[in-house]
């Protein structure tokens, strides 16, 4: 039942509740970590855009009418 749950909340709900958290609840090795986290997410998002951009640019080039 916990599967249908996540599935209904939506892209980005796990993220907007992480950005609600207290963070006074923290430990400073807790906040290292947590960074390291978020830092590896942000250099997969960045990296899942350059993967997009590419197929983008791809059909764009496919796609494109030749000009004379």
Known sequence: ?????DVRR???AA????LR???DLFSIGDLEERIE???AEI???R???GR???GREAADALFRKPTD
């Open 52 to 54: 997009k951009a590419a």
């Open 1 to 5: 039942m916990e599967e249908a749950e």
């Open 21 to 23: 958290e207290d963070l």
């Open 43 to 45: 250099a997969r998002c």
């Open 47 to 49: 990296a899942q855009i």
């Open 15 to 18: 993220l907007d509740m992480a």
């Open 37 to 39: 986290l978020l830092e």
């Open 10 to 12: 939506g892209r980005g």
